[in-house]
């Protein structure tokens, strides 16, 4: 098993354009999670699935922002008509949800920079 | 609402120097701690973790922590640091009734020759 992948890694974009970015988990974690970490801060939680089912959103989680698991594998996360304050480290993390199993294992992140 | 603390964003020594990286948080019920070590341009990584039980755990890199909970605290240790050991570490909880991790702002450790 490869670990948790994010693509793109890095990406930039202008004012006002839509970004997607995608999340693949390991294989049998049933559970996704989206962070979003600005410079000199720890990350913070958007949003997380279990199997397809979005479960939890945080009020960090604009009208722009929109997260799917479509089939319970792999996720997107689309900001649409992105701003400056959108310029951070995008995480996706995954975890398997059994009995005194808690932890979570992160991606590398997707860099987005909106000029 | 909970909260992690970490109150040095940045703490310098020198290798083969003790090291403790400190960690307050904030809640109002049992929790989850754990904390994670993020290198340049990686991930992050899981590097210890409190769920019950013995209240000092134990890395297998040297770092240990040790949950106090009369003074909400959770603070990193390590007897003797290396280079390698450079990097950005983030204090975490988890409420236990919850699923999302809260984070602090990350402690900076500068390991030097």
């Known amino acids: ?115 | 609402a909970q909260s992690v603390t970490q109150l040095d964003s940045q703490v310098p020594v020198f290798e083969e120097a003790p090291v403790e990286l400190r960690c307050n948080y904030s809640s109002s019920v049992s929790v989850y701690l754990f904390w994670y070590v993020q290198y340049p341009n990686q991930g992050l990584q899981l590097l210890l973790k409190y769920l019950s039980g013995s209240t000092l755990v134990k890395s297998i890199n040297g770092f240990e922590a040790e949950f106090n909970k009369s003074q909400t605290s959770f603070h990193l240790r390590k007897p003797s640091v290396h280079i390698s050991d450079t990097a950005e570490y983030f204090c975490a909880v988890r409420d236990s009734g919850y699923s999302t991790l809260t984070f602090g702002k990350g402690t900076m450790l500068l390991v030097s020759p």
């Open chain 1, 1 to 115: 098993d490869t670990g948790v992948s994010q693509d793109p890694r890095h990406k930039i974009t202008k004012r006002g354009q839509n970004v997607t970015f995608r999340c693949d988990p390991i294989s049998e974690h049933n559970r996704l999670y989206w962070y979003r970490q600005t410079l000199g801060q720890g990350p913070e939680f958007l949003t997380y699935f279990q199997n397809e089912a979005q479960l939890e959103k945080s009020r960090l989680l604009s009208d722009r922002f929109s997260a799917e698991r479509p089939k319970g594998s792999f996720s997107t996360l689309e900001i649409q008509r992105t701003e400056q304050g959108d310029s951070a480290m995008y995480l996706c993390a995954s975890s398997l949800v059994v009995q005194g199993s808690y932890e979570q294992y992160f991606g590398p992140g997707t860099r987005l920079t909106v000029t």
